[in-house]
């Protein structure tokens, strides 16, 4: 078998510990906590041939910024987020009819120390474009996932769990681009959230950032989770609209971030 | 010495305006005389250092009109004088405009705060106190208005001559790019502070142009300021829309309408009716036209870290594909060896995606053979958000990028 098929078949037995792929959801749909989502199968049809890519072009720069956004669902937190660096090299092919699959060597970097790592990932984008979100590996982060920041998470969680009058904050940041130290952690947890939108959303046409957070109301804590809802503001570089999606997600040390609900809101008018 | 004068403010010949005139008093006798002058009413004359003694000089101010009348009286009785001051009005002009330049640089240097982002009345003051303390090489131009009718200023940097080759450089067409805007009042501010002070820009300056149009979309950015923070296009009313605005990027006439351009009004791209529908383009375009010596055309944006040339309507390469990119290269090394920020070199339709109507392809299609877009910090962690502590950063890293590109111009005009 081909080191290809090895990995394809990895996928679909679930082996591999942190690594498995990640399916987003639908906007409006809801999914509860502790529901883990289900790797696709990927078909075993052969491959068209490999077409090196420029790594400084758009084709590349746009499969790279799903590897982090996906990195942060998964790792996100108050004080973790990732970064994309570098990308070194990148290459596509076709996956028969079923959609195009990147292979990249990069560098991430992890934000709140500005460590960075190198490491390669490959990202699938099913054929069918936002009716399936794309499917990304990451091979070779282990450094950075060892930054220990559980001590400060466990803090926030305490300082947070009973919180009496409940947190409460627009724009973050303001439109000076600045914000109260003690928000901080809560705009890294909030681009982890968010991370979950710009994951369900990303195709080979768009390049998402979070834009800003336009409001963030903490709820009573339900099942020992930090509860928000969160109205959010994301930027496609490619469009270059402003979509704007209301999140409603828990947090806690322990299960990390938890997307209960996310729902496309109305263009701003004006 | 604050007396006013009367009549105009002429500087010239003598004759033209008020003197002060000194005697070395020699005698009683010249005393004598001298307060015989004082009472003379008609000649109208200020004593500034009274007749009173042999051991001190007499200044007095003499009326243009009595001039002659007074040398004469002195000459009859042979009392020596000496012009002190022979044109006082314009000795009073100058030292008034220095008081005003002071109290202005007092008010800019100290009240100016190039590390923050400031609204459109701020910017537009700003402008004319910088006009004030520079006026041998600043210049203010009205070059038209925009939708909702306010004025559009270019600023222009000139040592003389008439229309000599000259680079463009527009910042903030997209308004909600804040760090474009505040990046352009920082360079402003430098060029003009180190015209006389550093060779190569004096140099550059006295045989090319710059005009800078600090705020190209006005409109769009005080409804960044009153309304929407991340409000991209002009302010334009479309028919039978209840969306407004058009991305002045995809206004120009290149490649108008093709991919990467929306036809939906309600659209962040949407490009418009017809290319330059949108007067903040089309007063560009006139400017441009009308001047036809522009050698460089720069566009400065936010954000991705980027420095592109040609074209975004078509992934094809320019004819000068290499030299632009060699240019952008060496541009990027000056910038990054401030502050090690990284920048990508390339075509818009490369680097970020194919996308019809806009400046620098429009500018390159009249001719302009250098014609560059800037996209500045950050690469989307903050974004359009950038903290307003990086602008003063950002502005220093970007001159020495702007700075290579506008001696590479000047080296190589054509």
Known sequence: MGLRSIVSLVVVLGVGGSLTAMIGHRPGTEVSAGQKPVSAVTRAKPAMAKRQLNPNYYEARRAAQVVFIYLNTRYGSPYKLFGLQTVYSA?????????????????????????????????????????????????????????????????????????????????????QGNMDPDMEPFWYLCIAASSFIMLSESTENTLYNMAQVASLTQLPTENNQLKFDSLILLHDIVSQEIPRWKLLFTWSPAEGVKVLQMEQQPRRNG | ??????????????????????????????????????????FELDFWL????????????????????VKEYLHVHDIPFTVMIDNLQELLNQEKAEMEMNQMSEHSTRSFNFGAYHNLETIYSWMDTLVAQHPNVVTKLEIGRSYENRPMYVLKFSTGGSKRPAIWIDLGIH????????????????????????????????????????????????????????????????????????????????????????????????????????IEVKNVVDLVKGHGNFKAFISVHSYSQLLMYPYGYSCSSIPHQSE???????????????????????????????ASGGSIDWSYDMGIKYSFAFELRDTGRYGFILPAAQIIPTASETWLALKHIMEYVRDHLY
């Open chain 1, 91 to 175: 290459t596509v092919e076709e996956v028969g009819d079923s959609g195009r699959k990147y292979q990249l060597k990069l560098s991430v970097q992890e934000i709140p120390t500005d460590a960075t790592e190198k490491c390669s990932a490959e990202v699938f984008f099913q054929r069918g474009g936002k009716q399936s979100p794309p499917q990304v590996q990451v091979l070779g982060l282990k450094e950075l996932l060892k930054i220990k920041t559980k001590a400060k998470e466990e803090a926030l969680y305490q300082k947070y769990k009973a919180k009496d009058p409940l947190l409460s904050v627009q724009y973050l940041p303001d439109s």
């Open chain 2, 1 to 42: 010495m604050s007396t006013i004068l009367k009549g105009g403010t002429d500087s010239g010949s003598e004759r033209l305006s008020d003197q002060v005139i000194r005697i070395d008093v020699r005698s009683e006798r010249q005393i004598q005389l001298l307060q015989a002058l004082e009472t003379e009413e008609e």
């Open chain 2, 50 to 69: 009274q007749p009173v003694s042999t051991e001190l000089p007499v200044d007095i101010r003499v009326p243009r009109s009595s001039l002659s009348s």
């Open chain 2, 175 to 278: 308004s909600r790019e804040w760090v474009s805007q505040a990046t352009g009042v920082w360079t402003a501010n430098k060029i003009a502070n180190d015209y006389g002070h550093d060779a190569s820009l004096t140099s550059l300056l006295n045989t090319m142009d710059i005009y800078m149009l600090i705020l190209a979309n006005p409109d769009g950015y005080v409804y960044t300021h009153t309304n929407d923070r991340m409000w991209r296009k002009t302010r334009s009313q479309n028919p039978g829309s209840v969306c407004r605005g058009v991305d002045p990027n995809r206004n120009w006439d290149a490649g108008f309408g093709g991919p990467g351009a929306s036809s939906f009004p309600c659209s962040d791209s949407y490009h418009g009716p017809f290319a330059h529908s949108e």
């Open chain 2, 324 to 354: 632009l990119d060699s240019i952008g290269k060496a541009a990027v090394e000056k910038l990054t060896s401030l502050y090690g920020t990284q920048y990508k070199v390339g075509s818009i339709c490369n680097i970020i995606y194919q």
